[in-house]
């Protein structure tokens, strides 16, 4: 079972930047997809962005495209979140999760999550 362990949270002034590690262990050639997820006070679990192990494939929310930038180092097990120039609207629990492919879904396991807080 894939386990996934999430670090790199924290609190920032809007325009920042920050980065987010997700290390994925034990996992598996059959879960190809990772994904980071966030879920703000109040609101429900959003998509952010997604990659594959495999071909490298990704995809974004709208709400992020262009700040964000998942990334991904196969020999480390390890999938990055680089946020730049963000805003207090990106204030949630970002959460990593692994998946077969990136339509997530009833098969996906989840990391705790790291808190990222943006302030004015």
């Known amino acids: 079972q894939v386990q996934l362990v999430e670090s790199g949270g924290g609190l920032v002034q809007a325009g920042d930047s920050l980065r987010l590690s997700c290390v994925a262990s034990?996992?598996?050639?059959?879960?190809?997809?990772m994904g980071w997820f966030r879920q703000a006070p109040g609101r429900g679990r959003e998509f952010v962005a997604g990659?594959?192990?495999?071909?490298?494939?990704?995809s974004y929310a709208a709400s992020v495209k262009g700040r964000f930038t998942i990334s991904k180092d196969n020999a480390k097990d390890t999938v990055y979140l680089q946020m730049n120039s963000l805003i207090i609207e990106d204030t949630a629990v970002y959460s990593c999760?692994?998946?077969?492919?990136?339509?997530?879904?009833?098969?996906?396991?989840w990391g705790r999550g790291t808190q990222v807080t943006v302030s004015s």
């Open positions: 034990g996992r598996t050639f059959s879960r190809d997809a």
């Open positions: 999760a692994s998946d077969r492919s990136l339509f997530f879904g009833s098969s996906t396991v």
């Open positions: 990659i594959t192990w495999s071909g490298g494939s990704t």
